[in-house]
């Protein structure tokens, strides 16, 4: 994931990268192979000097902090790796003040989708960026027919699990169908229609197993879209 974010960080046109740091919850096992990512693909720009990395590290009655460190006139990425829903809250809402008067995009953690507490208009105010191992778009055919279905069948709506218990379900049980026994060693070259999901493998160490890494980008735009900008399968 922080390798992905790194490379996806450098690809978007900004010059000023913050790092915003929970006091109380330091995730520096994310932010470390992140930020060593990042130097290391910055190294290769031929304007280095221009790009600004900042890290700061928040308090709840830190108010004016964002005011030392966002540039007007730039674009202001901002990097918030932590998962706990009252810290996010509190910096997302703090970081929404700012965009009367400054340009800013938000850059989270997949978790933040489960976040009951934050307004819609907040994530895409901000523009957040997120990864997260789902796609739920409800303008889908394919999920607007499983909608239908799950209604006439069960008489209730479907629910995140539900969408992805049927990708599960579906994507095994055609994988086996097409290779049997080899399964494990040809999964990645299924190709199924999921409704929410998308799987690619990648063995453990010692063939002890599989592991799914592929992710989806998402981007909530200021049109109130929820835009899938990338699958990352490494």
Not at 36 to 59: A, H, P, S, V, W
Not at 61 to 83: C, H, M, T
Not at 112 to 136: G, T
Request: aromatic share 18%.
């Amino acid at each position: 994931l922080s390798y992905n974010a790194a490379n996806f960080l450098l690809e978007m046109p900004s010059h000023n990268y913050i790092i915003v740091h929970d006091s109380e919850n330091l995730n520096t096992s994310f932010v470390h192979p992140l930020k060593n990512r990042f130097y290391k693909n910055l190294n290769g720009k031929l304007n280095f000097c221009n790009y600004n990395f900042q890290e700061i590290t928040y308090f709840s009655a830190q108010d004016s902090l964002f005011d030392y460190v966002l540039i007007n006139g730039k674009e202001n990425i901002v990097f918030i790796p932590s998962s706990d829903q009252a810290f996010v809250s509190s910096v997302l809402s703090k970081l929404n003040a700012y965009t009367k008067n400054y340009e800013i995009k938000v850059f989270g953690m997949p978790r933040w989708r489960r976040f009951d507490n934050i307004e819609p208009d907040i994530f895409h105010n901000l523009e957040v960026h997120l990864f997260s191992n789902y796609n739920l778009n409800y303008e889908n055919q394919n999920v607007k027919d499983f909608v239908k279905d799950f209604r006439l069948l069960f008489k209730s709506e479907p629910n995140l699990y539900s969408f992805q218990a049927y990708d599960i379900f579906k994507f095994f049980v055609q994988s086996y169908n097409d290779y049997g026994k080899t399964m494990p060693y040809c999964i990645n070259k299924v190709e199924s229609d999921l409704l929410v999901s998308d799987f690619y493998f990648k063995h453990l160490k010692n063939q002890q197993g599989l592991s799914n890494i592929s992710i989806f980008l998402l981007f909530f735009n200021h049109e109130y879209d929820v835009v899938h900008l990338k699958t990352y399968h490494d």
